[in-house]
């Protein structure tokens, strides 16, 4: 997979040399472009902000920097995946864009180029958005309902949570089937050795060596925690998805069927 990266604080993107990222880039399964923004200024202080239209606080990212950075990508990434056709999908990350998911990570790990523009300030004339719209797909995605001081901790953010599902990069592919998000629920919890720590022991199920009990447990907690910490997600579960057993420790959570979906029981 090719990525490109368009910010003006290239050295916030180091951290993509360490840990799993970085052995996939040593293995050439991820082909990673850090673009300064700034080379694409033609002026002394190498601007890239001006004031907002129509006035109020901050500053906005201008767009002719903008505008020749994304061709520069366009450029760079076509020669080396040596496609002249090629184009990225481009993902602007905003507050304002839609959530990013597991859902939206297993999209963009099927993608063959990725391109991120990293906003500062109060964000990147709209302009360019559009512009960019005409020769890539674009993505504004927003990786939490909070605000950051500019894109480059949400690239580290989508890259991390991409890269590690494409083929090779973790060990072990089973790891990726039974984590938080992957069927609706949250993981349930994990334990190592020692079996006894502080006075707290590992739950006796798990060295039972009764590998359905074991999932049986799993399957409960997993259903406990995601009832507890994420309503929401109980909300959205397909029943098709659920067992008897399921639906029995549901009900005594206080969750019950009504028209396909389930809803917290009235008191
Ligand atoms: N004025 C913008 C607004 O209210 O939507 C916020 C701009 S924010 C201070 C600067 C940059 O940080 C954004 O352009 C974006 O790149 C990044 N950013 C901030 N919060 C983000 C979030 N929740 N998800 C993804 N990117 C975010």
């Known amino acids: 997979?090719?990525?490109?990266?368009?910010?003006?604080f290239p050295e916030y993107l180091a951290p993509l040399d360490l840990s799993l990222i970085g052995r996939a880039r040593r293995d050439g399964v991820l082909d990673l472009a850090v673009h300064d923004l700034r080379d694409f200024t033609h002026d002394r202080h190498r601007t890239v902000d001006d004031s907002p239209a129509g006035g109020g606080a901050g500053m906005v990212m201008r767009p002719e920097p903008w505008g020749?950075?994304?061709?520069?990508?366009?450029?760079?990434?076509?020669?080396?995946?040596?496609d002249d056709t090629a184009v990225p999908?481009?993902?602007?990350?905003t507050p304002s864009g839609t959530p990013f998911t597991q859902a939206a990570a297993h999209e963009l790990a099927g993608l063959p180029w990725l391109a991120f523009a990293c906003g500062r300030y109060e964000g990147i004339d709209e302009r360019v958005l559009e512009d960019a719209a005409e020769r890539m797909p674009v993505r504004?995605?927003?990786?939490?309902d909070y605000v950051l001081g500019g894109g480059e901790a949400a690239v580290l953010v989508v890259v991390e949570a991409v890269a590690r599902l494409l083929p090779g990069v973790v060990g072990n592919p089973e790891s990726l089937v039974?984590?938080?998000?992957?069927a609706g629920l949250l993981e349930y919890p994990v334990y190592t050795?020692?079996?006894?720590?502080?006075?707290?022991?590992?739950?006796?199920?798990?060295?039972?060596?009764n590998h359905a009990l074991v999932a049986r447990w799993r399957r409960d907690?997993?259903?406990?925690?995601?009832?507890?910490?994420?309503?929401?997600?109980v909300e959205r579960l397909d029943p098709a998805g659920l067992d008897a057993a399921d639906l029995a420790l549901l009900d005594d959570l206080g969750w019950v069927l009504e028209h396909g979906r389930l809803c917290r029981a009235e008191p």
């Open 1 to 8: 997979m090719r990525l490109d990266v368009v910010t003006i």
């Open 68 to 82: 020749e950075a994304l061709d520069a990508v366009l450029a760079a990434g076509r020669s080396a995946l040596g």
């Open 89 to 93: 999908t481009l993902v602007v990350p």
């Open 140 to 144: 504004p995605l927003s990786i939490g």
């Open 178 to 182: 039974e984590e938080s998000h992957a």
């Open 193 to 209: 050795r020692p079996a006894t720590w502080r006075g707290r022991s590992v739950p006796e199920v798990l060295s039972s060596g």
């Open 221 to 233: 907690e997993a259903l406990r925690r995601t009832a507890r910490r994420r309503p929401d997600l």
